[in-house]
């Protein structure tokens, strides 16, 4: 029996090895505000007033070594923007903070943006298309694509303000 159709992520959780560093991404970065903080050791930041999208604990990570990217875990965070101009500004808010890009493609259904935070876990941020312009085969099956994404043609519609 599938799941019910309004079933969704409701945030991740992830161990750091530097909460502050870790909370300055989070915040500056990616934008969230910082809801709660327990101590020295979790926060808790979300987008919007929800009570958190991310949570970060040093509870068994602090000071340790940085995951190595071979082993099994989370390969990626997913940030969705609710449209291109907002995509935009997220990835110019990153580059304003000496974000490296790891890579950027347009998947026919969405267009999406990756680089990691500072413990080396994936972030990926991307706009979804409107599911009538998904890229469909004869019979109706979606046919995602994996395309090159312009960034400085995204960056154009970029609101000036959002890097302040």
């Not at 327990?38 to 604990?57: C, D, E, M, T, V």
């Not at 080396?120 to 009538?132: H, L, T, V």
């Amino acid at each position: 029996m599938p799941a019910h159709p309004e079933t969704r992520i409701g945030h991740v959780h992830l161990k750091v090895t530097d909460l502050d560093r870790s909370v300055a991404f989070y915040r500056d970065v990616m934008g969230l505000e910082v809801m709660q903080t327990y101590g020295r050791q979790a926060a808790f930041l979300s987008a919007g007033g929800y009570h958190h999208h991310i949570g970060l604990n040093t509870w068994h990570s602090k000071d340790g070594p940085r995951a190595d990217p071979r082993a099994p875990g989370l390969y990626h965070t997913a940030f969705v923007f609710p449209d291109r101009p907002a995509l935009a500004d997220a990835l110019a808010r990153a580059l304003s903070h000496g974000v490296e890009i790891e890579g950027a493609a347009d998947h026919g259904v969405s267009e999406a943006i990756y680089f990691s935070d500072p413990d080396g876990n994936g972030i990926e941020i991307y706009r979804d298309r409107a599911p009538e312009d998904w890229p469909r085969d004869g019979n109706g099956k979606l046919l995602m694509v994996n395309a090159p994404l312009d960034l400085p043609n995204l960056l154009l519609e970029a609101n000036a303000d959002s890097t302040d």
